[in-house]
């Protein structure tokens, strides 16, 4: 590496790995910084192939634009495809709500790009998410618990802990530098413990692993709970001081038949000691000692899980074997993207605060996230979050979409559903460094382009290294990028085009504006309507104002304290959605059918959602394709060998994949039923040079009461399949 690299920052994970870039004309080169706190030097694979992205024939470097009907794209100007953006916005402003165009933007933003899409959805009037829905169950319990939605992801932090349990997670896979850091604490005599239902790469090196049956990680942790408050193993002084564990619940607040009014405050609280019978620590623990698992906590992980107890008093022992020995909790999208994530990742919140570990050095909960800059988009919450997700049934009926740095063709389960909204669309507008499946929905497999009439712009967007702008890594650091070469083609920033389509507003379209408004809930420095005060009515409000006498009420500050007691909160109810189902699947009666568990999986190689690494002939060439992964009693009652197609079904899709045979995929006995799973490779599509049938097609539609996606337990059947294996496919 030359003298004098610049530096930067990669864009494929949360981590925000430090990057040197040392260019001489054409030639790129690419290393690690060994300066920076998170990876000193090292680098994935992903991240050490950057620099050969950037010059791929497959990136767009000019606006395209399809027609309705058409079958192929035509190249327009900047100017053209703004003013036409313009129009369409301009005739969506007087729609009613649920026509109105949406916008959407992906977490793998910069900041800076964030606010200007801020500013347009705010300009337009326009509904919009900006930011990955995908780990919104684990930051929203790690929130609700510790009063953040995750703590710093300091490395030298975990060289202190004595216990690293990774619940959910396969950071070998999806966080390369993170997994570096575990395995240099386990080095150090740190116990490294994995709960998860496959032998990942992640479990292979742990020195405890403990799978379960897919979907029932609440279970296992209700055991845990159970053990737990039976053994004494908490953290009183802890307890005491730092939650509201030791808080008194009065008797004439607690909710008797029916559920309180939404938004009315279930208790008023005061500080007393733990032992009393009505503080909300004996409440909870008498909670507990109530439910299935209070009796032999044992033997209901064997019974729901298929936890042995072998296994499950060594995980006892890990986690409540010395309670002043700290422990890093790190979750993952497996535990967050259930049916009941939500619950298991607050249980597992709670379990991880009854020993305190969150305050001793090496101890916290760490949420590990996908895109760059998902901590970012979670600190700016109040200036860019919003209620609308990738979704079908957020973008159905509607007029418009812009979809900005996200792909949701791929990432979204059911995306059938999906491609049907986008079919019917009037427009829509995509701007990405690549054509990806959400750009070119209409030339996907099975589709006649000749039928769809939405007509769609694609806007070129910047690479990595040729774009300035700060983002938030998961150790909570801010960190900035500098251009280090030139734009290739008509790519622009972000910010850019969404400025000028902001300002276009102020006018309804009249390009001469020569004043812009910018919307005051979005200018720097002003206070910002965060939703605190939607129940002043109720006479719930933030301190200080005054509360009146009739109504009882809460705090929803936490004020430095873990909140173990949750008030009922319209916020939290479950909302009210018109999802409708598809039929079960028509079973082939000709060949063996077997019923399964699936999961979706990714790999090391490539990218969350994106183009980006499938455009990349290195990484193409290690991970060519998609792939179902079974085990050998599977494969036995198929009749298939290793490679051969195997056709995997659900209630919302089917898809054909060559099979991997291994013996990773452990069955659970689950009372009188064996439980067999599977685990099929995600993040493929029609684009890009490694191309394959998408495996979230086959999970259910995302749960409306937690927004996020279940992608990670969903019932399946596998069976062989008439189609032939495709060629240069794994395995």
């Not at 386990?186 to 292979?204: H, I, Q």
């Not at 994949?657 to 291994?662: D, R, S």
């Not at 452990?666 to 993040?683: N, S, T």
Request: overall charge neutral; glycine content about 8%.
């Amino acid at each position: 590496m030359p003298q004098h690299p610049k530096q930067t920052i990669c864009p494929f994970c949360s981590l925000g790995c430090g990057l040197l870039i040392e260019a001489r004309g054409a030639d790129v080169q690419v290393a690690g910084d060994p300066a920076h706190p998170i990876n000193r030097g090292a680098l994935c694979a992903r991240g050490a192939l950057l620099a050969r992205s950037r010059t791929s024939p497959l990136r767009a470097t000019a606006v395209r634009y399809r027609p309705a009907g058409a079958s192929s794209w035509e190249q327009r100007s900047w100017d053209w495809a703004l003013d036409r953006i313009t129009g369409w916005l301009a005739a969506g402003r007087t729609l009613p709500a649920p026509r109105r165009p949406v916008m959407l933007g992906g977490a793998a933003l910069d900041c800076e790009d964030i606010l200007a899409l801020a500013r347009l959805a705010t300009a337009w009037n326009l509904p919009h998410g900006l930011g990955a829905a995908s780990v919104s169950t684990a930051a929203q319990a790690v929130q609700r618990t510790y009063g953040i939605p995750t703590f710093d992801f300091a490395p030298d932090d975990f060289l202190r802990s004595r216990t690293i349990v990774v619940w959910g997670a396969n950071p070998a896979e999806s966080h390369p530098i993170a997994m570096r850091w575990f395995l240099a604490a386990r080095d150090r005599a740190a116990r490294f413990v994995v709960v998860d239902p496959r032998l990942t790469r992640t479990a292979a090196a742990a020195d405890l692993h403990i799978p379960l049956c897919p979907g029932t990680d609440l279970a296992l942790i209700e055991a845990l709970l159970a053990e737990a408050v039976s053994r004494g193993a908490v953290n009183r002084q802890f307890l005491a001081e730092r939650s509201d564990a030791a808080k008194v619940l009065h008797e004439k607040s607690e909710p008797a038949g029916a559920a309180a009014p939404p938004g009315a405050a279930q208790a008023s609280v005061e500080t007393e000691r733990l032992d009393d019978p009505r503080s909300v620590w004996q409440r909870l623990a008498a909670a507990i000692r109530r439910s299935p698992a209070a009796d032999n906590p044992a033997d209901f992980a064997q019974r729901q899980c298929g936890v042995s107890k072998n296994r499950f008093a060594a995980l006892c022992n890990a986690m409540f074997g010395d309670d002043r020995q700290p422990i890093a909790l790190v979750v993952g999208n497996g535990l967050a993207q259930q049916r009941l994530g939500l619950a298991a990742t607050r249980s597992l919140c709670l379990l991880h605060a009854f020993g305190g570990h969150a305050a001793r050095p090496g101890g916290g909960v760490h949420v590990l996230g996908s895109d760059a800059n998902v901590r970012g988009v979670w600190q700016m919450a109040n200036d860019a979050a919003g209620d609308a997700r990738p979704w079908a049934s957020d973008i159905a009926g509607r007029k418009g979409a812009i979809i900005v740095g996200e792909n949701p063709a791929v990432c979204t389960a059911a995306t059938s559903r999906l491609f049907d909204a986008l079919d019917r669309l009037r427009w829509c507008v995509v701007a990405d460094l690549w054509e990806n499946e959400t750009a070119a929905f209409w030339r996907r497999p099975g589709a006649d382009p000749a039928t769809i009439s939405t007509e769609v712009l694609l806007l070129p967007l910047p690479h990595p290294l040729e774009l300035t702008g700060t983002s938030i890594n998961a150790a909570g650091m801010k960190q900035r990028r500098e251009a280090i070469l030139p734009p290739v083609g008509d790519a622009r920033a972000v910010r850019d085009f969404a400025s000028r389509l902001a300002e276009a507003s102020s006018t309804g379209g009249d390009d001469n504006a020569t004043k812009p408004t910018v919307p005051q809930t979005v200018r720097p420095a002003k206070p910002l309507e965060s939703g605190s005060t939607a129940l002043h009515e109720l006479g719930v409000d933030l301190p200080p104002s005054p509360v009146p006498q009739q109504s009882p009420a809460v705090s929803f500050r936490s004020c430095g304290s873990g909140e173990l007691w949750l008030p009922l909160w319209s916020s939290l109810a479950v909302e009210e959605r018109t999802d409708v189902f598809e039929h079960l699947p028509t079973l082939p009666t000709d060949r063996p059918v077997v019923s399964v568990l699936a999961g979706v999986v990714r790999l090391g190689e490539h990218a969350l959602q994106s183009v980006f690494t499938r455009a990349m002939p290195w990484l193409v060439e290690m991970a060519p394709g998609p792939f179902v992964e079974l085990s050998s009693v599977v494969a036995a009652q198929l009749g298939v060998r290793q490679g051969e197609m195997v056709r995997v079904f659900s209630a919302h899709g089917q898809i054909d994949l060559p099979a991997m045979v291994t013996r990773r995929m452990p069955a659970f006995q689950i009372g009188e039923r064996k439980i067999e799973q599977i685990a099929v490779v995600g993040l493929f599509g029609h684009c890009g040079l490694a191309t394959g049938p998408t495996a979230s097609s086959l999970a259910p539609p995302s749960d409306p009461s937690r927004r996020c996606d279940i992608q990670k337990a969903f019932a399946a059947w596998v069976c062989r399949s008439d189609v032939r294996r495709p060629p240069n496919s794994l395995p």
